[in-house]
């Protein structure tokens, strides 16, 4: 089950830290767990992960899907490799700014009739990025040098409705506004300034 791990397992042997204690509720927003399949757990190699929809007081509905590895690349490819391989067509592909230190890359994907914006950065330690090369190169550098650092993908996706792509990333863009400090905590730096 989502969020509950046994004492020894293989996939999360090298994982302290649980993303799964990150908030179900964040500024009136509730979640819920959506369900991982155990298929998934094996071709990602972890469970230090979670996918939860998040609804709104209004009722607006997102969906938020962060991973989060110490020793593990395999879990942070770009997303674009997943949502290509189930059939979806991007579209439009950008970079949006969330706020000072956070810039993420905004994707419009498409499948059948409907539509979807995805945000999604990459955090390595202190660095907050947009590229996966860079968190990668990032994660490899630090441990050269002996220092442990934690890599992660952060990606938040919404239905775009009535073809208001516009409402959907000002919505996307809040949400993360939101959630960024509790990315430093339930995803800490675990040791040392950037490097790049």
């Known amino acids: 089950e989502l969020g509950i791990y ?4 293989p996939l999360d042997s090298a994982s302290k830290i649980k993303v799964s204690a990150f908030p179900m509720n964040i500024s009136g927003w509730k979640a819920k ?17 979670f996918l939860r929809e998040y609804t709104s007081p209004r009722g607006d509905l997102l969906y938020l899907y962060v991973i989060n590895s110490e020793d593990n690349r395999k879990v942070r490819h770009p997303p674009e490799v997943c949502l290509l391989g189930s059939g ?21 994907v498409e499948k059948i009739s409907s539509q979807q ?9 202190m660095l907050n990025t947009t590229s996966y090369f ?3 190169v990032k994660v490899c550098l630090d441990r050269l040098l002996n220092r ?7 990606r938040i996706s919404v ?11 000002a919505l996307a863009d809040s949400f993360a506004t939101k959630i960024e400090l509790l990315l430093e905590k339930y995803i ?6 950037q490097f790049l």
């Not at 369900?35 to 469970?47: D, F, G, N």
């Not at 442990?148 to 952060?154: P, S």
């Not at 239905?159 to 990333?169: F, G, I, L």
Request: net charge neutral; aromatic share 4%; glycine share 2%.
């Open 117 to 125: 914006v995805v945000v999604y950065s990459y955090k390595a330690g």
């Open 88 to 108: 979806v067509t991007i579209v439009e592909k950008s970079k949006i700014r969330i706020s000072d230190s956070i810039k993420a890359n905004l994707l419009l």
């Open 33 to 49: 767990d959506m369900p991982i399949s155990q298929r998934e757990y094996e071709i990602l190699e972890t469970k230090n992960l």
């Open 188 to 193: 800490p730096l675990i040791n040392h300034p």
């Open 159 to 169: 239905d775009v409705k009535d073809n208001n792509t516009a409402e959907a990333v």
């Open 134 to 136: 860079r968190q990668q």
């Open 148 to 154: 442990k650092t934690c890599g992660a993908l952060i």
């Open 6 to 9: 046994p004492a020894v397992d």
